[in-house]
C-alpha cells in the first residue's frame, strides 16, 4: 500500500487511521483478516499471521471468536506466528504467552494445535540460538507472514525489540527494558518477579511480514505513536523502524492519536476552523513554542507559525492575545468547590449550592491523592460534604513484602503477653505460608488478597487524614470485577454498575472528579470511567445529574498541557508538601512510577513534578508563578 497522505498527514511517515474507539478499528482489522483467509481458502493457500499478546489485541480476538461464531469463519487453514514469549516462564504459567493465546483465541477457534507456533519460553540457554534460528526458517519455508499483528510498548518496543534493536534484528534472546518490565510488574505481582529476558521476532523479521497493522490504545501510547509515525526512524524507538515498509497502518483511537500533528497542532498543517477551543490550543501554543508570555505576541508571530488566518479572522494580535490570555486566566481557582458569595460568571465551577455535595470516584487507593491531593483538601477546607469512593481494592498492586510485613506484624501482636490481637494468629500464620509456599508465579488467595487490600484501606486512611478527611468520608467498594479479575482482562457484570448507581442515588452528587476518559479501554482507570458512564445512563441519575458537574483527571501517564485544562488549582508550597507526605503514605505503591524519564522513580515525585511543572508553564504564558497547579477538565454526560 503506498502512502498518499492528505496535508494533514504530511509529516506522517506511516499510514494511520484514527478511529472512533478501540472496538471499531478492531472490527475493521478482523474483516481485513477474515478477506485474507477466505481469499487464500479460495485460492487453497494457507494464511500465515503473526499474532501479538498484551492488551491491545484482546478486543480483535475477541472479533476474530464472534466470526468464528457467527459466520463460520474457519482457521483451519491457518498458521500463526506468534512475535515472544518470556524467557523462563512454563507455558501454563498464568503470564506466559502461551497461556495468553490459548485464553484469548486459541482454544475458542478451529485453529489447528499443530498450526499454533510460539517461541519457546522452555529452552535452555544453550539451545535458544538455534531454536531461534528454526523459527525464522520455519516462517520462510511456509512463504512468510501475511499479515503482522503488532501493539507497541511504551518504550516504543514492537514484540520486545526495545530501543536499540536493528532494523535487521532477527528472532533472537533479549534483555527486556526497565519501563517494560515495571509496565509487567502488575501481572507478576512486583517488578522482581518479572522475567529479565524474552525471545522475540526481530525488527527484521516483523518487516518481512507483508502486511503490518499495528493498533495503540489510550494516551499513554500517544507520545511514542507520533514519535515512530513522524521522527526520522532510529534504533532508539523500535517501532519507527516499520516506515519504509510496502504496507503498515496503524490502527488508534482518538487517544492514541492525540500527539500527532495533525491532532495537537491542526494549523501547521492545514486550514483548520477557529472554534474557541482550537484558538486557545494554537496560541498557548505559540506563547509556550516561542517562550514568549500571550500578551507579547505580535502579529508576524501568528503569521509564521501556520496562524495568519486566526488574525484575519478576529485578529490583531492584541486583541486576540488578551482574549486568550483572559480565558487561561479564568481557568485558575483556588475553589474547586465554587466560591459561594462571589461572581461566577468567569469561574471554572458555579458559586452555589454550596456546600456541594462531591463525589470522588478513584480507581485504585492513592489514584485520587496523586491526582488531586491539594484540590481534596482545599473542597475539604471550604466546607464541601466530600466522600471518596475507592472502586477496588486495589490488592493485586501491592508487593508480597508488603503483606508478609503485616502478617509479621499481626503475629508478633497475636504472640503478645498480654493478649493483645489474640485470636488473629491462624489468619496471620496462614498467610504467610501461603506466600512462602505458593513460589512466585501462583495467584493470590483470598486470604492473602484480603490482607493486601486491607493494607491499601489503611495507606488510603493515613493518605487522606493529612488531607483533612475523616475516616467516614471514605467508601471503600471492592468491586466484584476487580476481586474477580486480573490486570488487564478485567470483565465488568452486572453486580459491579449496581454498586456504582448504588453509591451514586445515595451520594447525589453536585461534582463526581473521575478518571480514565482517554486511557487504553482494557486498564483499570478506564474500565472505571465506563462503570460510571453506565451508571449514569440509569433514568435515576436524571434527577440530579442536571445538577452535577464531572471534573475529569488525568492519569500520571500522560498529564495535560495547560490548553486542555479547564480548572487549574494552585497549590502553594504548604500545600504541596502536605500533598507530598499524603502520598507517602501509600508505601505499598513504591517503586510504580508509570515512566522512568526525568529521572523520577515514584508515583509521588511523579505527581509533584507534573504539578510544579503546569505552574511553570502557567507562568511562562505570563499568568500568576505559582508553587504547583493541579489540573481538571470538564466533562459533558
Ligand atoms: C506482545 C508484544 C508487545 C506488546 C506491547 C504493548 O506480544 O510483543 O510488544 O504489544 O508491549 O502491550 P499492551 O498491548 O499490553 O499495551
Not at 501547521?268 to 486557545?280: D, E, H, N, Q, S
Not at 508571530?301 to 488574525?311: T, V
Request: glycine share 8%; aromatic share 6%; proline share 5%.
Amino acid at each position: 500500500m503506498t502512502h498518499d497522505p492528505t496535508e494533514f498527514e504530511q509529516r506522517e511517515r506511516i499510514k494511520s487511521f484514527i478511529h472512533g474507539s478501540a472496538d471499531e478499528a478492531c472490527r475493521l482489522i478482523a474483516d481485513e483478516i477474515r478477506g485474507l483467509i477466505r481469499t487464500n481458502d479460495a485460492a487453497g493457500r494457507k494464511t500465515v499471521l503473526g499474532l501479538a499478546t498484551g492488551s491491545t489485541p484482546v478486543r480483535l480476538y475477541q472479533q476474530l471468536i464472534r466470526m468464528h461464531r457467527e459466520e463460520g469463519l474457519s482457521f483451519r487453514n491457518v498458521i500463526t506466528f506468534n512475535l515472544d514469549e518470556y524467557q523462563g516462564l512454563s507455558r501454563e504459567h498464568p503470564e506466559s504467552y502461551w497461556r495468553f493465546m490459548h485464553d484469548q483465541l486459541f482454544r475458542h477457534i478451529d485453529l489447528p494445535a499443530e498450526a499454533i507456533n510460539l517461541p519457546d519460553g522452555t529452552l535452555a540457554r544453550g539451545e535458544i540460538f538455534a531454536a531461534c534460528a528454526a523459527y525464522e526458517a520455519k516462517i520462510k519455508a511456509l512463504g512468510g507472514i501475511d499479515l503482522q499483528v503488532l501493539g507497541i510498548g511504551r518504550t516504543g518496543h514492537i514484540g520486545f525489540n526495545e530501543p536499540g534493536s536493528g532494523r535487521e534484528s532477527r528472532t533472537r534472546l533479549v534483555t527486556l527494558d526497565s519501563l517494560t518490565r515495571r509496565d509487567a510488574a502488575r501481572d507478576f505481582r512486583g517488578e522482581l518477579n518479572v522475567p529479565r529476558y524474552a525471545i522475540t521476532m526481530g525488527v527484521g523479521t516483523i518487516r518481512d511480514a507483508r502486511r503490518v497493522r499495528l493498533l495503540a490504545w489510550g494516551a499513554a501510547k500517544a507520545g511514542v505513536v507520533a514519535q515512530a509515525v513522524e521522527a526520522a526512524p532510529s534504533d532508539a524507538l523500535p517501532a519507527g523502524l516499520l516506515q519504509g515498509h510496502d504496507d503498515v497502518v496503524f490502527h488508534l483511537d482518538a487517544a492514541a492519536a492525540s500527539e500527532l500533528t495533525r491532532a495537537r497542532l491542526p494549523w501547521l498543517v492545514g486550514p483548520v476552523t477557529w472554534t474557541p477551543a482550537i484558538a486557545r490550543r494554537a496560541v498557548v501554543w505559540l506563547s509556550l513554542h516561542l517562550q514568549k508570555p500571550i500578551l507579547k505576541l505580535v502579529d508576524e508571530e501568528y503569521g509564521e507559525n501556520g496562524m495568519a488566518d486566526l488574525l484575519t479572522e478576529q485578529g490583531p494580535a492584541y486583541e486576540v492575545n488578551i482574549r486568550i490570555f483572559n480565558q487561561v486566566q479564568h481557568t485558575i481557582t483556588g475553589w474547586p468547590g465554587g466560591k459561594p458569595t462571589a461572581d461566577d460568571s468567569h469561574r471554572p465551577e458555579r458559586a452555589t449550592p454550596f456546600p456541594k455535595r462531591v463525589l470522588v470516584l478513584s480507581p485504585e487507593p492513592s489514584d485520587d491523592t496523586l491526582a488531586m491531593g491539594g484540590t481534596l483538601r482545599r473542597l475539604v477546607k471550604q466546607g464541601h460534604a466530600v466522600t471518596v469512593a475507592y472502586l477496588t481494592s486495589g490488592n493485586l498492586a501491592v508487593p508480597d513484602e508488603d503483606a508478609e510485613m503485616a502478617a509479621d506484624l499481626m503475629l508478633e501482636l497475636s504472640q503478645d503477653d498480654r493478649g493483645i490481637g489474640a485470636g488473629k494468629a491462624d489468619f496471620a500464620r496462614s498467610v504467610r505460608e501461603q506466600i512462602l509456599s505458593r513460589g512466585a508465579f501462583a495467584a493470590d488467595s483470598d486470604e492473602v488478597r484480603r490482607l493486601k487490600g486491607l493494607l491499601r484501606r489503611g495507606e488510603a486512611r493515613a493518605a487522606l487524614r493529612v488531607l483533612g478527611l475523616p475516616a467516614e468520608r471514605l467508601r471503600f467498594l471492592d468491586l466484584p470485577f476487580y476481586e474477580k479479575g486480573k490486570y488487564r482482562q478485567f470483565r465488568i457484570g452486572p453486580a459491579d454498575v449496581t454498586a456504582v448507581s448504588a453509591l451514586l442515588d445515595e451520594v447525589q452528587p453536585h461534582q463526581i472528579f473521575v478518571t480514565g476518559q482517554a486511557a487504553d479501554p482494557s486498564s483499570l482507570s478506564a474500565v472505571c470511567f465506563g462503570l460510571l458512564r453506565q451508571a449514569l445512563a440509569s433514568p435515576r441519575a436524571e434527577s440530579w445529574l442536571r445538577d452535577c458537574r464531572i471534573w475529569l483527571f488525568a492519569g500520571t501517564d500522560r498529564p495535560w498541557e495547560p490548553a486542555e485544562v479547564d480548572m487549574a488549582v494552585p497549590l502553594s508550597p504548604h500545600e504541596l508538601s502536605e500533598k507530598i507526605s499524603a502520598m507517602h503514605h501509600h508505601k505499598s505503591q513504591r517503586g510504580q512510577a508509570a515512566a522512568l524519564a526525568h529521572g523520577t522513580n515514584e508515583l509521588w515525585q511523579q505527581a509533584e513534578r507534573q504539578n510544579r511543572r503546569l505552574a511553570e508553564l502557567y507562568d511562562h504564558l505570563g499568568l500568576a508563578n505559582y508553587e504547583a497547579i493541579e489540573a481538571f477538565q470538564r466533562w459533558n454526560a
